[in-house]
C-alpha cells in the first residue's frame, strides 16, 4: 500500500499545483500519511511565531488525510490527498486525485476550496 501512495507523491513532484498546505507554497505531498488514515498538522495563520518576543504561536490545525481505494480494474487504485481545516467558522477542504495503475501513475486533477494564503 504505502508504495502506492509513495508512487502517487512522487508524481505529484511534476505538477504546477501539488499536494500542499498554503495556496501559494510549494510541494508539501510528504506531510501526508504514508498509509490510509489522516494526520493533524499546524499552519500559521498570523504571520510567523518569533518566540524571542514571547509570542503565542500563531497556528490553526489541518487535517490530511490519505485515502486509498480499488480502482476501476482490479491493477488500479485510486489514492487521495485530503487537507480539511475551519475558516471563518465553516470547515474548508481540498484534495488531490491520483490513480495508479501498475506502475503508472496518472493525476486526475485537484478540488475543493481555496487553500489559506501564507502569511507574511
Same mark, same amino acid.
Given at each position: /500500500?504505502? *508504495?502506492?501512495?509513495? !508512487? +502517487?507523491? *512522487? +508524481? #505529484?513532484?511534476?505538477?504546477? #499545483?501539488?499536494?500542499?498546505?498554503?495556496? $501559494?507554497?510549494?510541494?508539501?505531498?510528504? @506531510?501526508?500519511?504514508?498509509?490510509?488514515? @489522516?494526520?493533524?498538522? #499546524?499552519?500559521? $495563520?498570523?504571520?510567523?511565531?518569533?518566540?524571542? !518576543?514571547?509570542?503565542?504561536?500563531?497556528?490553526?490545525?489541518? $487535517?490530511? %488525510?490519505?485515502?486509498? %481505494?480499488?480502482? *476501476? *480494474?482490479?491493477?488500479?487504485? /485510486?489514492?487521495?490527498?485530503?487537507?480539511?481545516?475551519?475558516?471563518? =467558522?465553516? $470547515?474548508?477542504?481540498?484534495?488531490?486525485?491520483?490513480?495508479?495503475?501498475?506502475?503508472? %501513475? %496518472?493525476?486526475?486533477? =485537484? =478540488?475543493?476550496? =481555496?487553500?489559506?494564503?501564507?502569511? /507574511?
Amino acid at each position: /500500500m504505502s *508504495d502506492l501512495i509513495q !508512487m +502517487a507523491k *512522487d +508524481a #505529484s513532484s511534476s505538477l504546477k #499545483s501539488p499536494p500542499r498546505i498554503y495556496s $501559494t507554497s510549494g510541494n508539501s505531498a510528504n @506531510s501526508w500519511p504514508n498509509h490510509p488514515g @489522516s494526520a493533524e498538522v #499546524s499552519f500559521a $495563520t498570523r504571520g510567523i511565531y518569533r518566540p524571542q !518576543m514571547n509570542e503565542a504561536p500563531a497556528g490553526e490545525h489541518m $487535517t490530511l %488525510t490519505t485515502t486509498m %481505494t480499488p480502482g *476501476d *480494474d482490479p491493477n488500479s487504485w /485510486m489514492i487521495v490527498f485530503q487537507s480539511t481545516w475551519n475558516q471563518a =467558522e465553516s $470547515t474548508k477542504r481540498h484534495a488531490w486525485k491520483f490513480r495508479v495503475h501498475g506502475q503508472q %501513475t %496518472t493525476f486526475l486533477g =485537484e =478540488e475543493g476550496d =481555496e487553500l489559506p494564503p501564507l502569511p /507574511m
